[in-house]
């Protein structure tokens, strides 16, 4: 294909592409040639365990044949047709999403991003609603484009400040039991942080929604009590406001059900979703609302769409990844060898005076580290990320490289979301791989 060699292929894409959430000096990217099933490998031929997915959204595995022949027949059948035409194989998604979807989202927006479903939210609670304010938690992500940065919690947010300041979004707390941004305890607290929800909306009077991570991915894999998605439900009935479940990491069997919310029975209004929909071969996202939301634009104007809405190459896998996703029974496998992952990584904290929290559902962890149990002192802050300070997470995911095995790492945790066609000497791999890395931060626990 090229007559450049590894090292220049590497060079040339340092030096003339942008690496993403990072300082670009310095940055080397691993040339990647081939991958398959749950490994990808380099160059020079080593494989590496893939122990979160890429992104959290390589759900099937590399190279699922099935998925990949969708692809080809689209390309030849009908690569490309502008949104405002029905084609086949919109048709056939939208009837299949139905059947896996919460009941009640019944139309569709379908964009190229998970971001871009956010945008599609967003401008659509505020059409429907005719109020301004969206609601949204720290320890958040909900993308990059303006709109989804700016309802964003973290500190990628801080660079594009004030101009993400887009008029009308405003932070909760999140959910974490484990360390409470507000110094409560579960459950004598009765779940304080989604009150303080119901204390915002009446007193900021203009919401038109709530955006949640049913299940936060990125900033923690944090994983609500029981009470808090069907109190929050409850909370935005009572004012009348929508709610917003971000379903794009948590979504796809991740946590052992189709969505997040299925674990609690909640029926938000709109949901969106991505990576997982395709498995991530081709980019697509998804807005899905319900009809009673649909039904305001029978006689309103929809503002909003893009040349690439509906593209009929995006859909194809989703179809093929749907039908694999029921094929192989893998909403029922994550919960699966969720079980499995619970029990090596819980062995794991019992282990090493470095681990603070383990915590998830289904084939969605996170382990957290500290450097102090009693007082959870993490080893690094969000401000030490955004100015390039090595953290301890990053310095133990490169000790796993290493030994073969890739695993995301943010702030003071990593989030282990693996294939869901992973196996347990799969799952004994990389938690081996994790268990010997971690050497690094019980030497700097404090006694």
């Given at each position: 294909?090229?007559?450049?060699?590894?090292?220049?292929?590497?060079?040339?894409?340092a030096?003339?592409?942008?690496?993403?959430?990072?300082f670009?000096?310095?940055?080397?990217?691993?040339?990647?040639?081939?991958?398959?099933?749950?490994?990808?490998?380099?160059?020079?031929?080593?494989?590496?365990l893939?122990?979160?997915?890429?992104?959290?959204?390589?759900?099937?595995?590399?190279k699922?044949?099935?998925?990949i022949?969708?692809?080809?027949?689209?390309?030849?059948?009908?690569?490309?047709i502008?949104?405002?035409?029905?084609?086949?194989?919109?048709?056939?998604?939208?009837?299949l999403?139905?059947?896996?979807?919460?009941?009640?989202?019944?139309k569709?927006?379908?964009?190229?991003?998970?971001?871009?479903?956010?945008?599609?939210?967003?401008?659509?609670?505020?059409?429907?609603?005719?109020?301004?304010?969206?609601?949204?938690?720290?320890?958040?992500?909900?993308?990059?484009?303006?709109?989804?940065?700016?309802?964003?919690g973290?500190?990628?947010?801080?660079?594009?400040?004030?101009?993400?300041?887009?008029?009308?979004v405003?932070?909760?707390?999140?959910?974490?039991?484990?360390?409470?941004?507000?110094?409560?305890?579960?459950?004598?607290?009765?779940v304080?942080?989604?009150?303080?929800?119901d204390?915002?909306?009446?007193?900021?009077?203009?919401?038109?929604?709530?955006?949640?991570?049913?299940?936060?991915?990125?900033?923690g894999?944090l994983?609500?009590?029981?009470?808090?998605?069907?109190?929050l439900?409850?909370?935005?009935?009572?004012?009348?406001v929508?709610?917003i479940?971000?379903?794009?990491?948590?979504?796809?069997g991740?946590?052992?059900?189709?969505?997040?919310?299925?674990?609690?029975?909640?029926?938000?209004?709109?949901?969106?979703?991505?990576?997982?929909?395709?498995?991530?071969?081709?980019?697509?996202?998804?807005?899905?609302?319900?009809?009673?939301?649909?039904?305001?634009?029978?006689?309103?104007?929809?503002?909003h769409?893009?040349?690439?809405?509906?593209?009929?190459?995006?859909?194809?896998?989703?179809?093929a990844?749907?039908?694999?996703?029921?094929?192989?029974?893998?909403?029922?496998?994550?919960?699966?060898?969720?079980?499995?992952?619970?029990?090596?990584?819980?062995?794991?904290?019992?282990?090493?005076?470095?681990?603070?929290?383990?915590?998830g559902?289904?084939?969605?962890?996170?382990?957290?580290?500290v450097k102090?149990?009693?007082?959870?002192?993490?080893?690094?802050?969000?401000?030490?990320?955004?100015?390039?300070?090595?953290?301890?997470?990053?310095?133990?995911?490169?000790?796993?490289?290493?030994?073969?095995?890739?695993?995301?790492?943010?702030?003071?945790?990593?989030?282990?979301?693996?294939?869901?066609?992973?196996?347990?000497?799969?799952?004994?791999?990389?938690?081996?791989?994790?268990?010997?890395?971690?050497?690094?931060?019980?030497s700097?626990?404090?006694?």
């Amino acid at each position: 294909m090229n007559n450049l060699s590894s090292q220049e292929i590497t060079d040339v894409t340092a030096k003339h592409t942008y690496g993403t959430w990072r300082f670009q000096k310095g940055w080397k990217p691993l040339h990647i040639t081939d991958a398959e099933g749950c490994y990808f490998i380099d160059a020079n031929g080593k494989k590496y365990l893939d122990f979160s997915s890429q992104l959290m959204c390589v759900t099937l595995g590399h190279k699922n044949q099935a998925v990949i022949k969708a692809i080809e027949e689209q390309a030849r059948k009908l690569p490309y047709i502008a949104p405002g035409y029905a084609t086949d194989v919109r048709a056939e998604l939208s009837k299949l999403l139905l059947e896996v979807l919460p009941k009640g989202l019944e139309k569709f927006f379908f964009t190229t991003s998970g971001t871009e479903a956010n945008e599609a939210a967003f401008k659509i609670a505020r059409m429907v609603t005719g109020k301004t304010k969206i609601i949204a938690r720290y320890r958040s992500y909900h993308g990059s484009t303006m709109g989804s940065i700016a309802a964003t919690g973290d500190p990628r947010r801080w660079a594009v400040e004030p101009a993400s300041k887009i008029p009308g979004v405003i932070f909760a707390p999140e959910v974490n039991c484990y360390d409470c941004p507000i110094n409560h305890h579960y459950p004598e607290c009765e779940v304080a942080c989604v009150e303080y929800i119901d204390h915002m909306i009446e007193n900021e009077g203009d919401v038109a929604a709530v955006i949640v991570e049913p299940v936060v991915g990125t900033n923690g894999v944090l994983i609500p009590p029981k009470e808090y998605m069907p109190r929050l439900r409850e909370i935005c009935d009572k004012y009348n406001v929508l709610l917003i479940a971000d379903e794009v990491m948590s979504g796809w069997g991740r946590t052992g059900k189709w969505f997040a919310v299925d674990h609690w029975n909640v029926k938000p209004d709109i949901l969106v979703t991505a990576k997982g929909i395709t498995t991530a071969y081709v980019p697509l996202g998804l807005c899905a609302t319900t009809m009673k939301i649909a039904s305001y634009f029978d006689a309103h104007f929809f503002s909003h769409g893009h040349t690439y809405e509906a593209h009929p190459l995006t859909l194809a896998p989703a179809i093929a990844s749907i039908q694999e996703y029921k094929r192989m029974n893998l909403i029922d496998r994550a919960r699966e060898m969720g079980e499995y992952m619970s029990i090596k990584l819980n062995e794991l904290k019992s282990r090493h005076g470095s681990i603070g929290d383990v915590r998830g559902l289904g084939l969605f962890w996170a382990v957290e580290l500290v450097k102090n149990q009693k007082t959870k002192t993490y080893f690094n802050t969000k401000k030490d990320k955004v100015n390039g300070v090595p953290t301890m997470v990053e310095k133990i995911a490169g000790e796993m490289m290493k030994k073969g095995v890739f695993v995301q790492a943010w702030v003071s945790h990593f989030v282990i979301a693996p294939p869901l066609i992973i196996t347990k000497a799969e799952i004994d791999q990389g938690v081996k791989a994790l268990d010997e890395s971690l050497a690094l931060a019980d030497s700097e626990v404090e006694k």
